[in-house]
């Protein structure tokens, strides 16, 4: 799936219902980097997982993890997110 945030196309996996669990790669990663993981945590929750910017299927600039974090946050609704995902990735973000 794709979601403009900002100035950059982000892609993103959304799989699974419940709870979201959000997995953020490091540096030079990819959101496939969460196969295993995704897999498995999608019996149970809903597991999304991003490009960051200029990663992956990402275009734009790399951000920092802060600045993405706000960024992916105030996108929310263009990902049919809940409540509950905002709350997470902004506690990631402080």
Same mark, same amino acid.
């Given at each position: 799936?794709?979601?403009?945030?900002?100035?950059?196309?982000?892609?993103?996996?959304?799989?699974?219902?419940?709870?979201?669990?959000?997995?953020?790669?490091?540096? /030079?990663?990819?959101?496939?980097?969460?196969?295993?993981?995704?897999?498995?945590?999608?019996?149970?929750?809903?597991?999304?997982?991003?490009?960051?910017? /200029?990663?992956?299927?990402?275009?734009?600039?790399?951000?920092?993890?802060?600045?993405?974090?706000?960024?992916?946050?105030?996108?929310?609704?263009?990902?049919?997110?809940?409540?509950?995902?905002?709350?997470?990735?902004?506690?990631?973000?402080?």
């Amino acid at each position: 799936m794709l979601a403009t945030i900002g100035n950059a196309d982000i892609y993103f996996s959304d799989e699974g219902e419940g709870n979201p669990v959000v997995f953020v790669h490091g540096l /030079g990663g990819r959101s496939t980097n969460w196969a295993y993981q995704r897999r498995y945590f999608q019996r149970d929750y809903r597991v999304i997982c991003p490009d960051l910017p /200029g990663h992956g299927a990402s275009s734009g600039h790399a951000l920092s993890f802060q600045s993405f974090a706000g960024r992916f946050c105030r996108g929310k609704s263009t990902m049919r997110t809940n409540g509950s995902l905002s709350r997470t990735a902004y506690a990631a973000s402080e």
